[in-house]
């Protein structure tokens, strides 16, 4: 069983920065996909970023693209999403999720473990 514990979000002004964190349990977590993703009150859960096991191949929602970086540290069992020039509608609870596909994966239905969650929250 894989358990994943997001940390890291909180308030910020816009064009600020946060870094969020997700640390997970279990063996073999280099070699699967990796994502966070996103879901604002009455929306859908929507892709922010995802990589790739092995070589670290990322991929990102459009309006994130330049300002989000998703990246993994294997050793610690750790996917990272650094987030600068923070917008109010980046605002949502942000998850982490791992597939059991090692390539970078963009939907929720590709996803087999989720975290809990972690608010951020940008004020304008």
């Known amino acids: 069983q894989v358990q994943l514990v997001e940390s890291g979000g909180g308030l910020v002004q816009a064009g600020g920065s946060l870094r969020l964190s997700c640390t997970a349990s279990?063996?073999?977590?280099?070699?699967?996909?990796m994502g966070w993703f996103r879901q604002a009150p009455g929306k859908e859960r929507d892709i922010v970023a995802a990589i790739s096991g092995g070589a670290g191949i990322t991929t990102y929602t459009d309006s994130v693209k330049g300002r989000f970086t998703i990246s993994r540290d294997n050793a610690k069992n750790t996917v990272y999403l650094q987030m600068n020039s923070l917008k109010p509608e980046d605002t949502a609870v942000y998850y982490c999720a791992v597939s059991l596909h090692t390539t970078a994966r963009r939907y929720v239905h590709e996803y087999h473990y989720w975290g809990l969650g972690t608010q951020v929250t940008v004020s304008s």
């Open positions: 279990g063996r073999m977590f280099s070699t699967y996909g």
